[in-house]
């Protein structure tokens, strides 16, 4: 059985002026359209091209469309670096209703990492991008062009 027991820590996320909340369920009604959830680990370097394309991308996206909405939640693998503190710095910029910061206590492994980002999570449309920015962030709409071609089966 997998473990899904969290760490008191990783129950909350920080606000841009330092203020804990609870992270929501993935049980609870979606109230995003969209949650992008991001694992990271030791991704100081490397996820700040990634989130700068990213939130470039989810903001103009928002902006043709106001009704659109959007939340991105970088999951701190347990990391070695700063990867949390260059985060953060993304919810300062942008607000942790934009982004949140999920930091495990220890390493669970990417499965772990995006299995409690998507637990997190508020949106009807979950994705998952790796934080070295490997895909074109805008390829979203093909994903979602293929999620509305598919047929719901029984």
Known sequence: MVNLTRHENEKYFLTATGEKKPFPSLHDPFSRELSVVIPAYNEELRMPVMLDEAM?????????????????????????????????????????????????????????????????????????????GATKFSDIEKVEAGLKDLNPGP
Not at 79 to 101: F, G, M, P
């Open 56 to 132: 470039q991308y989810l903001e103009n996206r928002q902006k043709q469309n106001p009704s659109f909405t959007y939340e991105v939640i970088v999951v701190d693998d347990g990391s070695k670096d700063k990867t949390t503190e260059v985060a953060l710095q993304y919810t300062n910029k942008h607000s942790a209703d934009k982004v949140r910061v999920l930091t495990l206590v220890k390493n669970r492994g990417k499965g772990g990492a995006v299995r409690m980002g998507t637990l997190s999570s508020r949106g009807k449309l979950i994705l998952m991008a790796d934080a070295d």
